[in-house]
């Protein structure tokens, strides 16, 4: 693959890792973001759940996905120094005896006998949470600091020259002899990485963004343990410090990106579901930010060809729409994404297409 003057839109998780794994590859990558405020990797608690949902069912694509992840956050703890990923296994509570049941049928199922169990009452006696119908434990859980790794390589950049804190300028963009052109400068390829900014670019509006809203809030409590995530409707996610992110909301409707009344009161509601009475808290802070979540849940990744400088060569692209899930989905699509970065098309769509047929051969 030849070297390439590549410009990225966005530094939040998304444009973060994609810059850093192209400049790895020797591309010459300039970066333009505002800022993060309102976005969700500023506050995202950066949790890999290898099982979730009321179903009980393996993430998409998680046996892939986790050592990609894994191997590429310890890379950059050693890179900048800092510690990013926390093994923390997830103790889910049980909402009712149907649940649990579910829990006892999928252990036994082909590929759930490394992730789950029952968490055992000795396990639990350290913990003052409800659990009326018991609690499972799911092995292989982790958390990675993503608001830190981004923050440290954004500092770094901008020392570096690499990255200007700037707003995108959409008429500043043309295209001329197969180049696209930002503020006079020219640039083999432009990606946008923009977050839920993306559902606004009009180069993508007819891409199917369903962003939501997120809130959250950080907890101090003193008296549960910090080695493990608890989870039932909500997530507590131990930070040190006996701090705990708790959350999050999933507002589909909403008029800003500011923490709400309505946000404040359905946390506590949940929260108060969880802790017993044993269990103090103080609330610390209250924070919001929109997710840029996609309607099939499957992220936008490519060149697309509506764009007419992608028919003759792959100029203007997107690295988008990861969800709640970016954390275990954006480094290993970031790897597929440059292998196939000088072709046109959607790749995910076409990987998945091929993973399909090849069940069929």
């Known amino acids: 693959m030849k070297k390439s003057n590549i410009l990225i839109i966005g530094q939040g998780l998304a444009g973060t890792v ?41 993430s998409w694509m998680i046996d892939e ?4 992840a894994k191997a590429y956050y310890l890379q950059v703890e050693e890179k900048l120094k800092i510690k990013l990923w926390h093994e923390l296994p997830s103790l ?6 149907a649940m649990s049941n579910n829990w006892s ?13 029952f968490a055992s009452a000795k396990e ?6 409800q659990q009326e119908f018991g609690v499972g434990i799911i092995h292989h859980s982790a958390r990675a600091n993503i608001g830190l790794m981004i923050s440290s390589f954004r500092e770094k950049w901008k020392r570096e020259g690499y990255l200007v804190e700037s707003e995108f300028q959409y008429q500043e963009l043309s295209i001329a002899n197969e180049e696209a052109i930002y503020q006079n400068k020219r640039y083999d390829k432009i990606i946008f990485c923009q977050g839920w900014e993306g559902a606004q670019n009009p180069l993508f509006s007819d891409l199917p963004f369903q962003v939501s ?25 131990p930070l040190g410090d006996h701090l705990f992110w708790v ?22 509601a949940e929260v108060r579901a969880v802790l017993s009475e044993k269990s103090s808290f103080e609330i610390v802070e209250h924070i919001a930010a929109i997710r840029p979540t996609v309607r099939n849940r499957r992220p936008l990744i490519g060149f697309p060809e509506n764009i007419t400088i992608n028919l003759l060569r792959p100029t203007i692209g997107i690295f988008n729409g990861f969800g709640t899930k ?36």
């Open 92 to 97: 889910r509570i049980f909402t009712d005896t």
């Open 213 to 237: 809203k997120g809130e959250v809030l950080i907890l101090r409590i003193p008296k549960i343990p910090e080695e493990k995530i608890i989870k039932r409707k909500v997530a507590f996610v």
């Open 105 to 117: 049928v999928r252990m036994e199922h082909e590929g759930y006998q490394e992730y789950l169990d």
């Open 65 to 68: 996905l986790q050592p990609v």
């Open 326 to 361: 970016g954390t275990s989905l954006v480094p290993y699509w970031a790897d597929q994404f440059i292998e196939h970065l000088d072709e046109v098309g959607w790749l995910l769509e076409n990987k998945t297409k091929q993973k399909q047929n090849d069940k069929f051969k």
């Open 124 to 129: 639990l006696l350290n913990y003052p949470i």
């Open 18 to 58: 994609l810059a850093d794994k192209l400049m790895q590859k020797n591309h010459n990558v300039t970066m333009i973001d505002k800022g993060h405020q309102g976005v969700s990797s500023a506050v995202a608690a950066g949790v890999i759940n290898p099982v979730t949902g009321r179903r009980i069912v393996k």
């Open 247 to 268: 959350g999050a909301t999933n507002f589909w409707t909403f008029e800003n990106s500011a923490p709400s009344s309505m946000g404040m009161d359905w946390l506590l």
